[in-house]
């Protein structure tokens, strides 16, 4: 049996509308699976500080239902950039966005697993 504490992290997005930073709390439920469950505002000195943006988190990850979206805009998702590998916040429905970390831009396209940086928690 594996034990059942439950891993969280928080990884960095910034927001597409008012490219602020905020933070991602992501929460490991099952082998493999995380799920987002929080979202609030930090600044980038901050996170560093904290250590957020350190640790590679591999899976599935999924959003909770309880997830509030962008504490800037209420976007609801997030794209991970194919570029730069960071995420931006994003918005069911829409099929194109920009990258706010490094500028680029391109088709959203829907992945089932993601590489992300997160930090321990
Ligand atoms: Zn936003
Ligand atoms: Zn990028």
Redesign the pocket.
């Known amino acids: 049996m594996r034990e059942n504490v439950r891993e969280a992290n928080v990884v960095l997005a910034k ?4 490219h602020r930073t ?1 933070g991602i709390r992501i929460e490991r439920r099952t082998d493999n699976v995380w799920y987002c469950t929080w979202a609030f505002p930090i600044t980038e000195t901050g996170a560093s500080n904290e250590g957020y943006g350190s640790t590679m988190i591999s899976g599935r990850v999924d959003t909770d239902p309880e997830y509030p979206g ?6 609801r998702g997030w794209v991970s950039c194919g570029n730069c590998g960071k995420l931006t ?1 994003w918005d069911n429905g829409e099929s194109y966005f920009t990258c706010t970390w490094c500028g680029s831009s391109g088709e959203v396209t829907t992945a089932e697993t993601f590489d992300l940086q997160g930090g321990g928690y």
């Open positions: 927001c597409r509308k008012s905020y962008c504490p800037y805009c209420g976007g916040c």
